[in-house]
C-alpha cells in the first residue's frame, strides 16, 4: 500500500532537486523514495559497522596493524 508524504524544502534545496531530476530525467518521488532507501541501509551499515568495531576492541583490535597481525 503506497502512502503519500509531504515534506517542506527550503528553496535552495528544492532548486538543486528540480535541477538534479531535470538532469537525470526522474521524478521528485522516484528521487526521495532512492534516497529514503539509500539513508536507512546506510544508517543499518552504520549500526554493524559500531557493533564490529565495539567487538574488535574487546577483542585488542584497534588498528590495522592489529588486524593484520592477527591474520598473519
Known sequence: MRQALTISLPESINKQLNRY????????????????????????????RNKMILFAQSQGIFTDEDVFSKIS
Open 21 to 48: 531530476i531535470k538532469e537525470e530525467n526522474t521524478t521528485r518521488s522516484d528521487f526521495v523514495r532512492e534516497a529514503i532507501s539509500n539513508h536507512l541501509y546506510f544508517k543499518k551499515l552504520q549500526k554493524i
